[in-house]
């Protein structure tokens, strides 16, 4: 289970929006204790995909190398990414599971019409198949 | 002895380790010995031929080493080797 602080969440949100209609992208930070991650900070980065990036997102291995560091600088674990779906579903595409790590939770936000209209978490199974994750925040759990 | 970083996401591999030394000669030697010592780490770096997956990246200090010698890129003994995972994705 993902427990989401708000700051972080806003973060997100802030940047799936600003970003709109292109995708947006970034690592998650925090805390796990037993089963539940407890998400403190995030890092935007910029989606350094060439061409299509309302549809694509790609982060190059100079910030994904600034966030282990971050991670590590800050006593901090490096939980997962977090991408935005633009007027398309919070669930992952063959192409985000293709790609995807283990371990790492994916947190996809989707933005619909400049509107937060989602926001779901999935992770690989032994299997590299996506199961969804629970997550908790209370501002998100209010408006189900 | 090199020492290579394994990044989070892999390290469950590895005991929870994050930093290895291992005494080799290039990048694939490196790589070889790195998953003998921990097999479950192989599926995760290599293809089917024995290869570096495309969707890893291994850096020589803070060069790739797509840029260098490949996979025969020389290794010393201060060397720093890093595993970078490709993160990419889409909706489609």
Not at chain 2, 19 to 45: S, Y
Request: aromatic share 8%; hydrophobic share 40%; proline share 5%.
């Amino acid at each position: 289970m993902l427990v989401i602080e708000q700051n972080p969440l806003d973060e997100m949100f802030a940047d799936a929006l600003r970003s709109f209609p292109d995708e947006c992208c970034g690592f998650f930070f925090g805390n796990e204790i037993g089963q539940e991650r407890i998400i403190t900070n995030i890092l935007t980065v910029d989606n350094s995909k060439e061409g299509d990036k309302k549809r694509r997102f790609e982060i190059a291995p100079k910030d994904y190398l600034d966030a282990e560091r971050f991670a590590d600088e800050n006593e901090l674990q490096l939980l997962g990414v977090y991408h935005s779906h633009p007027n398309h579903p919070a669930v992952p595409s063959e192409h985000d599971r293709i790609a995807a790590q283990p371990y790492f939770s994916y947190i996809i936000i989707s933005v619909k019409e400049k509107m937060i209209a989602d926001i779901r978490s999935w992770q690989l199974n032994e299997n590299f198949m996506f199961e969804e994750e629970t997550i908790e925040n209370q501002s998100i759990n209010q408006n189900k | 002895m090199a020492t290579i970083i394994i990044p989070t996401p892999l390290r469950k591999f590895t005991n929870n380790t994050a930093r290895i030394n291992i005494q080799a000669n290039n990048v694939k030697g490196v790589v070889n010995e790195l998953t003998f010592n921990f097999p479950d780490l192989k599926k995760h770096l290599l293809d089917e031929q024995g290869n570096i997956r495309s969707f890893v990246n291994v850096f020589v200090g803070d060069e790739d080493i797509r840029n260098l010698q490949q996979e025969q890129t020389p290794i010393k003994e201060e060397t720093v080797i890093s595993i970078v995972p490709a993160i990419a994705g889409g909706m489609v």
